[in-house]
């Protein structure tokens, strides 16, 4: 029996292999159920106390050298294939496609609106969102009690003395529009897109970041009715050919008369119900006729000159567009939403 074992050491000393069936064949014929090892281990019982030390140790020993062996050839295999991958690569293989991205759906919904108004001639302009006073509220026409200058609805940055040593987070881009007014003069006809905050507390229907679209028309003659062509021309571009539109009576403190822009959205659906509130009609903007004093601040001569402007935000219209239920999903930067909107062109 010592001889056996001495001769199985020598096998598993020139033992090689080529595969990885090879070595499961090896392991298989010493160290499976059916193996040498498992046989001599059997045999064991019967040999000599005399001799049982000696052939103990030494079947140890070819337990020992038939695991590490299969170790060996193992990690032999694996190099081998490393190192054919690396030295001879398959170049006739498609490589690997790059995964790619696409437009927010807020930029998607943006691009949208301002080709729309492109088409009709307006230009884009933008500006800082950090603001002083003068251009976010006070040449607005904003008087000192108007409850936008309240820190419940603005993030203040400095307190000043003047308007221009004021200075907060923009509530709206209509501060670009005045410095438009400010820097050239009629005809102007520009929109203004952009990122905006408010002190608003975050949940479904509202955040305290958004971005809006403003425009503004200012030029000879300029009447209200000029106003609801040009919002009836994109509602249509944007919501249908067939889109309704009204204009319900509003307050702004820069625009007289003031007013709200529906469109009539329908009631065929649970979902219309919500979100019209039964009436089939959903607010989209505010607009009216820049008042005269916002003129006069920006050195416009309102005597001479009219204009209009509206304001938008581009959530409310993505929400509907995409089916979007939570305001706060275009803020997560989840891919899982993202991913989506891939499709998207």
């Excluded at 993030?155 to 400010?182: C, K, W, Y």
């Excluded at 003069?185 to 403003?214: D, K, L, W």
């Excluded at 200012?218 to 509602?235: P, R």
Aim: proline residues 5%; charged residues 30%.
């Amino acid at each position: 029996m010592l001889d056996k074992v001495q001769s199985l050491l020598e096998e598993i000393s020139n033992a090689k292999a080529d595969s990885e069936e090879q070595i499961e064949a090896f392991r298989i014929r010493f160290l499976g159920q059916k193996g040498h090892l498992k046989s001599l281990f059997s045999e064991f019982k019967n040999v000599p106390s005399e001799h049982r030390k000696e052939l103990g140790q030494k079947l140890n020993e070819l337990r020992d050298r038939a695991k590490s062996k299969v170790d060996d050839l193992k990690s032999n295999i694996s190099s081998h294939k490393v190192k054919d991958t690396d030295e001879q690569p398959d170049l006739s293989r498609p490589g690997a496609p790059a995964d790619y991205g696409s437009r927010h759906p807020i930029s998607l919904v943006r691009n949208e609106i301002i080709d729309i108004f492109s088409r009709i001639g307006f230009t884009v302009s933008r500006g800082p969102e950090i603001e002083d006073d003068w251009h976010n509220f006070t040449a607005l026409n904003f008087p000192p009690e108007h409850p936008a200058r309240d820190m419940q609805d603005t993030f203040f940055v400095r307190n000043g003395d003047t308007p221009h040593d004021q200075i907060a987070l923009r509530t709206h881009t209509s501060s670009v529009q005045v410095r438009v007014m400010e820097g050239g003069t009629p005809p102007i006809r520009t929109i203004s897109p952009g990122r905006v905050f408010r002190n608003e507390a975050i949940s479904a229907r509202s955040h305290c970041i958004f971005h809006q679209v403003e425009g503004l028309y200012i030029d000879e003659n300029v009447s209200f009715a000029d106003m609801k062509q040009a919002l009836l021309y994109f509602a249509r571009e944007f919501f249908g050919e067939k889109t309704e539109i009204r204009l319900r009576p509003s307050y702004f403190p820069f625009t007289e008369p003031s007013a709200e822009m529906d469109v009539y959205w329908g009631l065929e659906t649970e979902t219309d119900h919500r979100i019209t509130k039964g009436t089939g009609w959903l607010e989209i903007l505010g607009c009216g006729m820049v008042d005269p004093n916002v003129l006069e601040n920006c050195g416009i001569d309102s005597k001479k000159y009219s204009g209009y402007a509206f304001g938008m935000g581009v959530e409310r219209p993505a929400m509907l567009k995409y089916g979007i239920s939570d305001i706060r999903m275009f803020f997560e930067n989840d891919v899982r939403f993202l991913d989506q909107f891939k499709t998207v062109v």
